[in-house]
């Protein structure tokens, strides 16, 4: 298993920024690729960005790209988010996930969740 717990949420002002961290314990040489997801209250889970475990593979969901910034630092088995620009709309539960390769099968793992609020 692979265990996550996200922090580094709260309250921010419209254009101000925010860096999300999400820390990875258990199995760890499984996995495969990490995201960011997030929902807003009264919406589905959305995709915003994601990165492989090993190499420079990153994919964003195309109204984040130029604002949002996914990164890893293997060494401290943490998963990054760096948002800028921060908007109204930006208001959610993030949410980070793990893809895993196990020889049982393929899992995937969420975290908690951390609440950013983006508000005057």
């Known amino acids: 298993q692979v265990q996550l717990v996200e922090s580094g949420g709260g309250l921010v002002q419209p254009g101000g920024s925010l860096r999300l961290s999400c820390a990875a314990s258990g199995h760890i040489f499984s996995i495969y690729s990490m995201a960011w997801f997030r929902q807003a209250p009264g919406k589905g889970r959305e995709f915003v960005a994601a990165i492989a475990w090993s190499g420079d593979s990153t994919r964003y969901a195309d109204s984040m790209k130029g604002r949002f910034t996914i990164s890893r630092d293997n060494a401290k088995n943490t998963l990054y988010l760096q948002m800028n620009s921060l908007k109204p709309e930006d208001t959610a539960v993030y949410f980070c996930?793990?893809?895993?390769?196990?020889?049982?099968?393929?899992?995937?793992?969420w975290g908690q969740g951390t609440q950013v609020t983006v508000s005057s």
């Open positions: 996930n793990a893809d895993t390769r196990q020889v049982s099968g393929n899992y995937v793992y």
